[in-house]
């Protein structure tokens, strides 16, 4: 947790695609597909951007625990630490990062187990790939939750949609829910953990459609503050709510138990689908 400017690894593929990754957090701030060259996620133009506090946008990495835990920070620490580099391979088509955290005396003091944490960004050219790992170094079991916290950009929050969830499970504010529409949108605040297991989603917004698919994660949080939450936030503008949209994979409600040696791994893949983007007529789909 340092104040200095941040370091942060380019990607590419040779046919245009793009993203950056920021040491600090191990977090993805910026992924442009060689089909557009549009950014496909939101980052914050106010974020913090000096390691002092945790950047609002991109894909933040939750861990140890998914939202609010006493004596830790929102969501861990894992976007709060320096990651380093443990691996990199590029081929014409394919570009593959890998960073790692691990125990310090820092981290061990607000969670006192040993760990190695991995997150490897695979960046295709319309598609990257974020897989997390979680490994227990420590001799003693532990549990923990988390996840991959995407935030994506969108044009008009109003003209944006969310496929794939009905009839799943969910929870806002401790009341369990039942999603009746096959299109979710968002005209209000939004802060829901779906219980979606493994699946295929499909954002649709005016510029285009991407297809979210998870793996290993047992929820899905689909969450947008809207006005009065983004009023709240120092680190986005007011109107930041009408032009993100955060379709999270993430463990929740249950933790993941670990024995010491055990590792876990979950994954949450982005396919740009070129052109498709469109506006789904509720009336006549
Ligand atoms: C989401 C939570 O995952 O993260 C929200 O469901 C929370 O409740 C949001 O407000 C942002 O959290 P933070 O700590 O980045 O402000």
Redesign the pocket.
């Known amino acids: 947790m340092s104040n200095k400017p941040l370091e942060c690894i380019e990607m590419h593929t040779s046919a245009g695609a793009s993203a950056t990754v920021s040491l600090f957090g191990g977090h993805l701030i910026s992924w442009k597909p060689q089909t557009d060259a549009q950014e496909q996620l939101y980052l914050s133009e106010i974020a913090n951007m000096d390691g002092s506090k ?1 950047i ?1 946008g991109g894909v ?1 990495v ?1 861990f140890p625990h ?2 609010a835990q006493s004596n830790s920070p ?2 861990g620490f894992a976007r709060l630490s320096k990651w380093h580099q443990i691996s990199r391979t590029t081929t014409i088509h394919k570009d593959v990062l890998t960073l790692a955290l691990s125990a310090d005396e820092e981290t061990k003091q607000i969670w006192p187990f040993e760990f190695n944490l991995c997150l490897t960004v695979s960046l295709s050219d319309s598609n990257i790939h974020l897989e997390l790992s979680v490994e227990n170094t420590s001799e003693n079991t532990f549990s923990f939750s988390g996840g991959l ?1 995407t935030y994506f950009s969108t044009s008009d929050i109003v003209k944006t949609q969310l496929l794939g969830l009905k009839n799943c499970q969910y929870i806002e504010q401790d009341q369990q829910h039942e999603e009746l529409q096959r299109i979710v949108e968002i005209r209000s605040e939004t ?1 829901r ?1 779906y219980l979606t297991g493994e699946r295929k989603l499909d954002l649709i917004s005016p510029e285009r459609r991407v297809v979210v698919e998870s793996s290993g994660f047992t929820e899905t ?1 689909v ?1 947008n ?1 809207w006005s009065d ?1 983004s009023e709240k ?1 120092t680190d986005m503008k007011n109107d930041d709510y009408l032009t993100m949209l ?1 379709v ?1 994979a ?1 463990i929740a409600t249950e933790k993941i138990c670990l024995h010491p040696k055990q590792v876990w791994s979950g994954s949450q893949s982005l396919k740009y689908e070129s052109g498709s983007g469109q506006f789904v007529d509720k009336e006549t789909s």
């Open positions: 945790a609002r933040p939750l998914f939202g929102n969501h916290h802060d953990v949080v969450w503050p939450g936030m955060c999270e993430v």
